[in-house]
């Protein structure tokens, strides 16, 4: 069974910093490409980061240069780095996993369509 568990959600003024873990079981990072994707009330679920098999990482519009991704293969998570945090970024964070076959090592997607697995959500407020 697979299983996305993200933590690291909170409170924080704007301007602060948080850092988001998501872990996987049943399926490796190394063999899956991956993305998070955010939601908040009222609106769509909006693309956030994502990680291609080999570490090749994308970034949406609205947090590149803020954001950035890394992995630990050891703990087999994913690590969200969110700097300069503003209270636009205040929405439900999820992991997701592709989990599908053959995927490139170089390949990332931001089309939630593109997505199998994904975990609960971790809460994400960012306060004027």
């Known amino acids: 069974q697979v299983q996305l568990v993200e933590s690291g959600g909170g409170l924080v003024q704007a301007g602060g910093s948080l850092k988001l873990s998501c872990a996987a079981s049943g399926r490796s990072f190394t063999s899956d490409p991956m993305a998070w994707f955010r939601q908040a009330p009222g609106k769509e679920r909006e693309f956030v980061a994502a990680?291609?098999?080999?570490?090749?990482?994308g970034y949406g519009d609205s947090v590149k240069g803020r954001f950035a991704l890394s992995r630990d293969d050891a703990k087999n998570t994913v690590y969200l780095q969110m700097n300069s945090l503003e209270p636009e970024d205040t929405a439900v964070y999820y992991c997701?996993?592709?989990?599908?076959?053959?995927?490139?090592?170089?390949?990332?997607?931001?089309?939630?369509?593109?997505?199998?697995?994904w975990g609960q959500g971790t809460q994400v407020t960012v306060s004027p």
């Open positions: 997701a996993l592709a989990g599908g076959p053959n995927f490139s090592t170089l390949t990332y997607y931001t089309d939630e369509r593109k997505f199998r697995y």
């Open positions: 990680m291609s098999r080999s570490g090749r990482t």
